[in-house]
């Protein structure tokens, strides 16, 4: 017992090692006291998961470029493509036609959701023999916290290794895996030598890594926010870190904060296990563009039943806050309405569905319906206030 104990300090402090070797050791006790309260978040994101899946089942797709996805004719899109068809420039969410156009050669086969779904599961209960704090992120990915994980001796780097030959042998696809001190940086590490990489990032490399990351390896830096602070000369986290927090909530409100944070690579949100959704919603794209507000209209009572279908599956427990649509023009430009309500009401989609087609003279390729759910925290802390009010 004493044993193991010492060789999971040991191995922790190996992983933290040089932590303790770039820091003055003022305090050894206080030193190895703040190197075990560090958090060993590990990540793991399937390589082409669909694309990998469809190949373990039919090994003559090896080393042919291939995607999953809707079909060209009926204006499908792509789920996901192999690496090999990614060399062509495809990728997910692209036209099936523009990547049959792209790669003439490319095989695209249909989507089949319940073998990926078996093997996300499969993948899942190896995650879980390494730690009981797990979070998806989809059906291909997620986040395991194993600060506390005895397995490997507590070596986080190990776990990640295990996990991925155990899924490579049991599942039969591989995975790349980041090993880092908090979500953000794991999730970043998971990226870095895909496919099929591991990628590890010990605290006292933090520092100079963030330094030299691109902003837009920062969530929520999308094509936007990129060129704006590029116009201020930010490219990096360590242009980033010129800043102050007040200069930086000042330019982009809350989100200040989090881009000051995370140039410094700090990043203390924990894993949840149970993620709870936030909205859910249907929508279909047509095989002929629609130039008539009411022809959209008409396709509601079927988006209506397939959402209320889907409402069905999910806990209980969600309540709705709110009803929403979404119009995809033949341009490709997305629009969206919301209002508040508590069901979903077709005369409101009615009304709002009308008023989101007006707002283009384009013809409509994609109609989408969905509602937004109650927050539990905000219901959590109004429950509070009235009971403190009475
Ligand atoms: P991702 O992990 O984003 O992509 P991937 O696993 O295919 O490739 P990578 O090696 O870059 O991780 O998504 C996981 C699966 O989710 C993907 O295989 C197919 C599906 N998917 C869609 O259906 N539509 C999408 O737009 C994306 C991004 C993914
Ligand atoms: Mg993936």
Redesign the pocket.
Known sequence: MLFSLCLSILAEILENRLLLIAEPLVDPMLSLRASRSQRKIIHC???????AVETRDDPLLLGRPMA?GGEPERRGVV??CNYEARRYGIH??MSSAKAKQLCPELVLLP?RFDVYKQASQQMREIFFEYADLIEPL????AFLDVSQSIQCQGSATRMAEEIRQKIEERVGITV?AGVAPNKFLAKVCSDWH??NGLTVLPPAQVDVFVQALPVNCIFGVGKVTAAKLKRLGIETCGDLRRYTVFDLLTVFGSFGQRLYDLSRGIDNRPVVSSHRRKSLSVEHTYPKDMAAVEQCLQQLPSLLIDLNTRLQKIEVEYRIAKQFVKVKFSNFQTTTMECVSHSTDMRVFLDLMQQACRRSEKSVRLLGLGVRFVDRKAVKNLRQLHLFEQ
């Not at 994101?45 to 694309?51: G, P, Q």
């Not at 989809?138 to 990915?141: A, F, Q, R």
């Open positions: 994101d399937a390589d082409c998961f669909f694309a999953v789920a996901t997910s969410a989507p989809s059906l291909d990915e790349s895909k496919p």
